[in-house]
């Protein structure tokens, strides 16, 4: 796992080594990641544009087909075949951003062994410093133990410096007066004791979060063209994904709400965008395969009407030869049924016919 997240927190320390503030730099850190990803990213969106466009041939197959549904499935992929779709092109790019927030979370509540890349071994060396000035490991959950520890030293920095030598970083946590190392879950105790921006900003983070969450959601479908009907039946998915993303900012480090925040963001433009820039692009593709298809139906009545003309001229060219052509004068062979007649027996006279065969012979 290691040799996954070390890049990811190479990225981040060069962005808090160049901005000093930890907020900009998962600012930056998001906007680098959603352009590495902007590749990937347009070859879903574009699978996802040519799915919506095809919900009107997909209705009239279900409504077709609605008794056989073998059929209708066959039905179904001949039509992705011609138009050229994978059905899961654009939900497997789209899992991708997923793997990002592994190890961009453990960068966040694992930032001395993770993000500052300090041994274990000088952590434990900064816990009892830590400790013997008052910092308290047990207030925090174990697993934030990390984030409570550097934001102390961030406090207490004259004590630490002199292990800034050893990789220490000097965090500061602080952004828009808000202290991104806090839990927005931890701030509903505080804020019983008097209202101010310093908490209520943190527990309003998990809010907002959601609230792009469910515009980016809007915003996707129409950029997808998709129906009512289609919305409808993802209802239940895009709500799992407003519970998750309210749930997951409220118990998290507020640096992972930021993040969430701003990586909402900029889905929504890069949805909007790329949505009016691939319907553009396929209206123009379907024009021209339409114009290609208008083309070759008036070829072929072309073709079609020319060989009429041409039978029309070998009709009329064979009724000339025909007329023009002088009558055979002379007798009238007679009928098989009068050449081959004897007596009463019409076709009696053949190739062996013999006269006095049937005549009785002198006893």
């Known amino acids: 796992m290691n040799f996954i997240v070390a890049p ?49 041939k997909q209705q009239e197959l279900q409504k077709q087909y609605a008794k056989n549904q073998q059929k209708y499935q066959e039905e179904l992929q001949k039509l992705y075949m011609e138009e050229g779709i994978n059905p899961m092109g654009g939900c497997l790019w789209s899992f991708l951003p997923l793997f990002i927030i592994i190890p961009l979370y453990q960068i966040i509540y694992r930032p001395i062994t993770v993000f500052m890349g300090i041994s274990t071994e000088l952590l434990n060396t900064l816990m009892q410093s830590a400790t013997g000035l008052g910092f308290d490991p047990s207030t925090y959950n174990r697993a934030y133990e990390q984030i409570g520890l550097s934001n102390f030293i961030h406090e207490h920095w004259d004590q630490f ?104 963001l900029l889905i929504m433009v890069q949805e909007a965008v790329l949505g009016r820039f691939y319907t553009k692009k396929l209206n123009a593709e379907e024009d021209e395969r339409e114009a290609k298809r208008a083309a070759a139906r008036k070829l072929r009545m072309e073709e079609a009407k020319k060989r009429a003309t041409e039978r029309e001229q070998e009709e009329k060219r064979t009724k000339k030869q025909q007329k023009n052509q002088p009558k055979q004068s002379g007798e009238k062979k007679p009928a098989t049924t009068e050449a081959g007649r004897v007596g009463e027996r019409p076709y009696a006279r053949g190739r062996s016919y013999k006269a006095d065969r049937y005549e009785e012979k002198e006893q």
């Open 8 to 56: 990811f927190a190479w990225l981040m320390r060069l962005f808090y080594s160049i901005a000093h503030n930890y907020g900009i730099a998962v600012i930056l850190f998001s906007i680098v990641l959603k352009l590495v990803l902007l590749p990937f990213q347009m070859k879903s969106k574009k699978s996802m544009v040519r799915m919506g466009r095809l919900t009107g």
């Open 161 to 264: 410096s002199q292990y800034e030598s050893q990789g220490l970083i000097n965090v500061n946590f602080n952004f828009l007066g808000l202290n991104l190392s806090n839990i927005p879950q931890q701030q509903i105790g505080v804020l019983k004791q008097g209202v101010s921006w310093a908490v209520l900003g943190l527990i309003l983070i998990p809010i907002l979060a959601a609230l792009l969450q469910y515009i980016s959601m809007k915003v996707m479908a129409r950029s997808n063209g998709q129906d009512q009907q289609q919305q409808s039946s993802m209802r239940m998915m895009n709500i799992l994904m407003l519970a998750m993303s309210l749930y997951w900012t409220f118990i998290m480090p507020a640096a992972m709400g930021l993040y969430w925040i701003m990586n909402t």
